[in-house]
């Protein structure tokens, strides 16, 4: 089984609202991420979660907040949003994380974001 | 430094006709190497993956891609194409356990 999942699917908010996404896998992974794509563009890295510790965060501004609570769950907190935040927000998994070796990494649906 | 390049934006084939998606890698190292293909408002499906060994390497869906190293490429190719293979195809290459993506190759399948 390979399948990370995420809720919600759409998510509308204005830029004075705060919500979460969510992200769970129950492959055993030690490693987790958030990537963020617009439309027509590659996913582009956010944060990288290695055995519940925030490993790498690609400069990202602090209205993101990422959580894990446990080697299963990753969140991400969003707060006082900008309409260019605007896009799909992609997690993925995989086995243990950056290092010398490349793992997999299986992504989840992702969840639509608008920020009006 | 690191990076992937997918020269073609977009791609039209005809149902049943074969098809070939470039992608070229520039990395110091022996690449790790991926393709992913993404369906509209979806996320990313791993098609087939290249770590070590034999350089031709089968993938789901009916997907295969060679890894030339003296041409820094890992094709994808298929030999017989379905409408339901529309979708965004991204080639990215492992660089210190993270993932550098192509662009993004559009595949569109004419009936």
């Known amino acids: ?116 | 430094a690191q990076s992937v390049t997918q020269p073609d934006i977009h791609i039209t084939v005809s149902e049943g006709a074969s098809l070939e998606l470039r992608c070229n890698y520039s990395y110091g190292a022996t690449p790790y190497l991926f393709w992913y293909v993404q369906s509209p408002g979806q996320g990313l499906q791993l098609l087939l993956k290249y770590f070590s060994g034999d350089t031709l390497v089968q993938g789901i869906k009916g997907f295969e891609a060679e890894f030339k190293r003296s041409q820094s490429s890992f094709n994808l190719r298929k030999p017989s194409v379905h409408w339901s293979d529309a979708a965004e195809y991204f080639c990215a290459v492992g660089a210190g356990g993270n993932l550098i993506f192509g662009k993004g190759t559009k595949l569109s399948v004419k009936p």
């Open chain 1, 1 to 116: 089984d390979t399948e990370v999942t995420q809720t919600p699917k759409h998510l509308v908010m204005g830029m004075t609202n705060k919500k979460s996404l969510k992200c769970e896998q129950h492959m055993g992974h030690r490693a987790m991420y958030w990537y963020k794509q617009k439309a027509k563009k590659p996913p582009e890295l956010m944060f990288v979660y290695s055995y519940e510790k925030l490993s790498i965060n690609e400069s990202v501004p602090s209205r993101f907040s990422p959580e894990c609570p446990n080697s299963s769950l990753l969140n991400l907190h969003l707060h006082a949003l900008q309409p260019e935040d605007s896009a799909l927000y992609l997690c993925a998994s995989s086995q243990s994380g950056p290092g010398q070796k490349t793992e997999t990494q299986y992504f989840g649906p992702g969840t639509r974001l608008l920020v009006l």
